[in-house]
Nanobody, 125 residues
């Protein structure tokens, strides 16, 4: 069982930065693929970024490449999402997710078995 708690959301102006954190419980965090997803009002939840367990290989959706960086600190059981050059279209609830099963991180939400409660990110124009 893995519990995930996100933090770091808030209100920021376009062009600004935020860093989201996701703290995970459990002794096998380093073996889990971790992902960030987001859901804007009236839209489906979508993949943002993912990072593999021990190797730390990263994956991004095209619209955030070069602006967002996912990273993890296995000693702290925490995964981060550094978001720079934020745009109003990045406004959404951001969710952290964990996958203990697959060899590489899933890019679809159905691949993740554990989810956090979400943190709101609002980017004003």
């Amino acid at each position: 069982q893995v519990q995930l708690v996100e933090s770091g959301g808030g209100l920021v102006q376009a062009g600004g930065s935020l860093r989201l954190s996701c703290a995970a419980s459990g002794r096998t965090f380093s073996a889990h693929n971790m992902g960030w997803f987001r859901q804007a009002p009236g839209k489906e939840r979508e993949f943002v970024a993912a990072i593999s367990g021990r190797a730390g290989t990263t994956y991004y959706r095209d619209s955030v490449k070069g602006r967002f960086t996912i990273s993890r600190d296995n000693a702290k059981n925490t995964v981060y999402l550094q978001m720079n050059s934020l745009k109003p279209e990045d406004t959404a609830v951001y969710y952290c997710a964990a996958d203990p099963l697959f060899a590489i991180p899933p890019l679809a939400e159905r691949g993740y078995g554990y989810w956090g409660q979400g943190t709101q990110v609002t980017v004003s124009s």
